[in-house]
């Protein structure tokens, strides 16, 4: 089993969005059984808490469902996923800062934006619905980027 895991700071935005993009679309593909996936938040403001009403409302609006609780990211997950998918460059740092060290198996999440490669997901919290559908948008070409990526990777059809 192939684990991926999303970072983002507060894990109730970005991070359970691409979480549950990711599941939908691992479902899609036929997929689910050879790869897993989870999401958390670098920061502890969020901890068990569901993901911000915003979140789920893009979510709903493209048919993805969403179920998830805030957790936040431990040095151990370094060693449990075999991708780790930081959402921008500030929490790409926070996550080398508690695995004590840079790894080979992680990545920002728009390395694999076609548009706008290894720039930042932009934080929605503080801005309006329309910022979340914009996140939407960024991790969907993303997510279908790195998923090509990982089949590749992995010689799956």
Not at 96 to 102: D, F, N
Request: with cysteine.
């Amino acid at each position: 089993m192939i684990n991926v895991l999303f970072v983002c700071l507060g894990n109730i935005c970005r991070s359970p969005l691409a979480e549950a993009m990711f599941k939908f679309k691992l479902q899609e593909s036929n997929l689910e059984g050879r790869i897993a996936c989870d999401s958390a938040g670098t920061a502890n403001y969020h901890v068990g808490d569901l993901p911000d009403s915003r979140t789920i409302e893009v979510a709903e609006r493209h048919g993805i469902p969403i179920n998830h609780r805030g957790r936040q990211f431990h040095r151990e997950d370094g060693d449990g996923f075999d991708y780790l998918l930081a959402m921008d460059n500030s929490n790409y740092q926070n996550m080398v800062s508690e695995m004590g060290e840079e790894s080979s198996h992680l990545y920002l999440m728009r390395h694999f934006d076609a548009m706008e490669k290894d720039t930042d997901v932009p934080d929605p919290y503080y801005g309006s619905g329309d910022g979340f559908e914009r996140v939407y948008q960024i991790l969907d070409r993303s997510l279908d980027e790195f998923m090509a990526f990982v089949k590749k990777e992995h010689g799956f059809s």
